[in-house]
């Protein structure tokens, strides 16, 4: 049976870096699809060593932040 992963990527300096949040594997590659590529033979080799049962799919959403805000001299507690 197969099961179907999330793939997060993003570019650090010169390679892709790509991520399964169900299982936590990692890996990376000089495209976006070499690093999903890579993806998903290390999770195919984590899951042989680390059987899952049932996963659950991660709620991805975006948000915003203002870049340089200020914050607040006082901390209240």
Do not use: D, W
């Amino acid at each position: 049976m197969k099961h179907v992963f999330t793939a997060v990527a993003h570019k650090e300096e010169k390679f892709y870096v790509a991520e399964c949040p169900e299982v936590g594997t990692v890996s990376q590659g000089e495209s976006v699809e070499e690093a999903i590529k890579n993806l998903q033979e290390a999770t195919e080799l984590y899951l042989e060593e680390f059987p899952i049962s049932k996963t659950t799919k991660p709620f991805v959403s975006i948000f915003e932040v203002t870049p340089h805000a200020k914050t607040s001299k006082a901390i209240r507690t």
